[in-house]
Each structure stands twice: as C-alpha cells, then as structure tokens.
C-alpha cells in the first residue's frame, strides 16, 4: 500500500530529456545526440564566412534545437528553440 502521490518538484528550466539536457549548447563541435531528427537546413553569410544551420527535433521530449555550423565562431554550435 503506497500513497500515490507523484509529486515532482517542477524544474524551472524546460523539463528536457536526459540527452537533451546533456548537449552542451553555443560550442562549436558539441555533439548532439541520437534522438534528435533531422529538419530543415539553411545557409546564411555572415561577412565573415559562410554559416549554415541545421534544426533538429528530439523525438524523446519534443525539444526544437538549432545547430550552427560556423567555422569561426567558436561558440557557434546547439542553441534551444522552443519546447
Ligand atoms: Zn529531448
């Protein structure tokens, strides 16, 4: 006999999955993870070179994330969309 009581303490953040929460975001070369889905992908030029990006889906929690690929910005890389 167990109270059920499924209280859990909401996070403040968005409440990402695991590997979601994980991805080190705004660093160049962070990896992903292996649920997210690929969406669409554009390029953009930034005066100092080209820049493309790529949207990802998380198939686990539904997070939209962005990735930046831009050789000279170091900190070019996952950034959050939504959730
Ligand atoms: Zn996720």
Request: with cysteine; charged share 25%.
């Given at each position: ?16 999955c695991?590997?979601?929460?994980g ?27 080209q ?25 070019a ?7």
């Amino acid at each position: 006999m167990t109270p059920s009581t499924p209280s859990a303490p909401k996070p403040a953040a968005p409440d990402l999955c695991e590997p979601c929460a994980g991805i080190q975001r705004h660093w160049r070369k962070a990896p992903g993870h292996a649920e997210l889905v690929q969406g669409t992908h554009s390029r953009e030029d930034r005066g100092n070179g080209q820049a493309s990006f790529t949207r990802y889906r998380c198939d686990r929690c539904g997070a939209a994330w962005e990735y930046e690929n831009n050789k000279s910005n170091q900190h070019a890389g996952w950034a959050l969309l939504e959730h």
